[in-house]
């Protein structure tokens, strides 16, 4: 498989996404982008065991080589888990000069991106994303954070990485259930943005989910150059870049609502898409039939379509009232504007959503 390489265009912070395969035992992915001669790298208990060795020898060259392992889990995304990374960094003598590498899917990526924002007001870090969902989206743009009990990613920072390294043998080993969540942003960038890319998918999910390396190597491309240049045109996401959240305001709700962990972000992400397509056609913006094509295309990605059945409107509601993109008390939701083009929307009727939400 040859290498392809994508710019996140952000002027003198741009930076290469490389996507191929054995590039986590390569050294010359990752000497160049250190800050000197010293690396933490935060991974978790189930990575650890897989792929540790194989990124010790890209690095053993490295003078100054810590790991710290966490636990592995939507719920230990919190500041007390990030301290375990601060406790590494303090306790084995990291300087200012340190570069952290993070060795797993997103809950590694946004939390270690986050301990570098925030060590010694900010140091160098690398995306080693181990998950479809983390390669294709959370690796790439510089979100980072952690969760609080009253709301997903509350707290963080936007805050960028010097590379992002994606080797896709590590999906391997990936579990279908993840593989599923992973295209559930796969799916998102078709509807938001590419309509071609959308047909894609449709005519071969089959290969993506028998993980032919071929097929996922040009989805993680397509996706990531989507994702790279929306990131590129709002980075710190006054406008466009929101689009990127299609189904997440559902989403979330459900995540938040039935205890982190128990949905996972991209099963919770597919719902909500579908949940959005479904306002989207009782606003008129698109047809029944393609309503039909976004819920089947969800379904056959082995993907949950409606949220869980302990989900009254209300709670929704309330949840949805945190989302980080309610702007003076209005309640903003990216819905689709036709197929293939999002936009992110607050001019829709109270009575449409309430509509949806009895509908689940
Ligand atoms: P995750 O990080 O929890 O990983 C899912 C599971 O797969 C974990 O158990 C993990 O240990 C395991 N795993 C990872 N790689 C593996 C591999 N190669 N083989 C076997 N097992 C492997 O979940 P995720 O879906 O990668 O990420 C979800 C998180 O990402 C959420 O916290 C979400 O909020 C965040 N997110 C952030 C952004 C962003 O822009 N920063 C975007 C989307 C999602
Ligand atoms: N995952 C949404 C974003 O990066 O903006």
Redesign the pocket.
Known sequence: MTLRTITVDLGDRSYPIFIGENLLTNPEYFLPYLAASQVLVVT????DP??SKQLRQALAGVAKLDWVVLP???QF?TLETLNQIFDSLLTGKHNRKTTLVAL???????MT?FAAAAYQRGVNFIQV???L??QV?????????V?HALG??MIGAFYQPRSVIIDTQ??????DR?LS??LA?VIKYGLIADIQFLEWLELNLERLLARDSDALAYAIEVSCKTKAWVVSQDEHESGIRAI?NLGHTFGHAIESSQGY?VW???EAVGAGMVMAADLSNRLGWIDHQFYRRVVNLIKAAGLPIAPPKNMTPEVFLSYMSVDKKVLDGSLRLVLLREPGKAVVTEDFPAELLQQTLMAF
Do not use: M
């Open positions: 978790n208990e189930t990575i897989l792929y592995d889990g939507e995304k797993g899917g997103g809950v590694i990526g946004d991106g994303p181990t998950t969902l983390s989206d959370s690796s790439v743009g510089g979100k980072t954070g969760n997903k990613n590590v999906l391997a080993t990936l579990p993840e969540a992973g942003e990127l962990g996972v972000h991209g």
